[in-house]
């Protein structure tokens, strides 16, 4: 409703410059008109005065002078009646161009706006459920007289927990809002050696649920990147891999050319993702159900949106495909170096 309001009053605004421009011309117009009548008035009064026309009776020639001021007086209606229908149109047209164009203006501004609301909703949520958590936990202590050191430090403890994951997030939220103004370090990297880091960076996850992560690098690729960058988007899927992969499973990363691109290929055997959730994952905030009742544990649905915008920061784009129950595949290209 806002929004239909709001392209109303720009319509307007439109319109009314419109017409300031229309009646600015139109008036020159009939001046000009009018000016160039007279001449010609002038000019047959003139003629018909001329001696060469005395022989003309003299009744004759008073009906041609009121047959000339009726004429211009006709042709004088006649230009302002075409410029004030020229007027409605351009009033009626110009109103329907307003409204369209004011859609166009305002459409991108709009959706900004909604989800930068929606953003903000689901950060403020996200605050909440931690601070809530640990307040109804402190509150609780505090009203048990009989509190232990024991229980005293295991509620502590809980407490760290809740605020390393309110770090986290904040960290991903500053990230994302960093992003736009991320000054690149572009320079000439080999594929190898992201890969290789992102897999040294992941290595401890994996070792923690037993999990074998292999490379298989299809020829020699150079990319032009922002090595920490691209680094962290592969952690972030290398790490996903991880943690949505049963114990002891295998998550592996090929590289292959694809066209003018690199492909970065990070496969899992893991939970999968359901066909209704897959156009949703690299939302922000989004977290597919089953990570969502694990209460967190996974992470807040971040990384891949970060991941997907450092990509596009290089004229990338990342992509999926998905069984559930079989395991999931993420592709990151990669503009290769020419
Ligand atoms: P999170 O921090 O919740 O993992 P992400 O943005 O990294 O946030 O991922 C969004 C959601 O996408 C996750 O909650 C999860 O449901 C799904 N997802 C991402 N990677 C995988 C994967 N490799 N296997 C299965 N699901 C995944």
């Known amino acids: ?8 009053r720009l319509a307007g605004f439109y319109l009314i410059i419109i017409m300031v421009i229309s009646i600015f011309f139109s008036a020159n117009v009939y001046q000009l008109s009018v000016q160039e009548l007279e001449r010609g008035l002038r000019r047959t009064g003139q003629a018909l005065n001329d001696p060469v026309n005395r022989t003309i009776p003299n009744r004759l020639r008073q009906q041609l002078f009121d047959e000339r001021e009726e004429l211009f007086k006709d042709a004088k209606e006649r230009v302002a009646q075409r410029l004030l229908f020229t007027n409605l149109l351009i009033l009626v047209g110009g109103g329907i161009l307003s409204y369209f164009l004011a859609l166009r ?17 689901d950060a403020s949520h996200e605050l909440r459920t931690p601070i809530t958590a640990m307040r109804t ?3 609780v202590a505090l009203m048990n007289s009989k509190l232990t050191t024991l229980q005293a430090k295991k509620i502590l403890q809980s407490n760290i927990e809740e605020l390393d994951k309110l770090t986290d997030l904040m960290n991903g939220l500053l990230r994302l809002a960093s992003l736009d103004k991320t000054q690149l370090q572009l320079k000439s990297i080999a ?43 592969l952690v972030i899927l290398v790490d996903n891999a991880i943690k949505y992969s049963p114990r002891k499973s295998e998550v592996s990363i090929v590289v292959r050319k694809s066209g003018k691109n690199t492909a970065i290929e990070v496969a899992d055997k893991g939970v999968g993702i359901k066909a209704t959730a897959l156009p949703h994952i ?17 992470g807040y649905g971040l990384g891949l949106s970060i991941a997907k915008d450092i990509v596009a920061l290089h004229g990338g784009d990342i992509s999926v495909t998905s069984t559930p129950g079989k395991g999931s595949t993420f592709t990151v290209q990669i503009p290769t170096k020419q």
């Open 1 to 8: 409703m806002k929004f239909h309001k709001r392209s109303i």
């Open 105 to 121: 203006t305002l459409k991108p501004i709009e959706e900004a706006n909604e989800s930068l609301e929606r953003f903000t909703a």
């Open 137 to 139: 936990e402190n509150e």
């Open 191 to 233: 594929v190898e050696n992201l890969v290789q880091e992102s897999v040294q960076r992941t290595l401890p996850l994996a070792e923690k649920k037993d999990i074998l992560v292999t490379t298989k690098i299809g020829g020699p690729a150079t990319v032009i990147c922002d090595q920490t960058s691209i680094v962290e988007a």
């Open 282 to 298: 690299f939302e922000r905030f989004y977290r597919a159900d089953s990570s969502r009742n694990k209460q967190h544990a996974n």
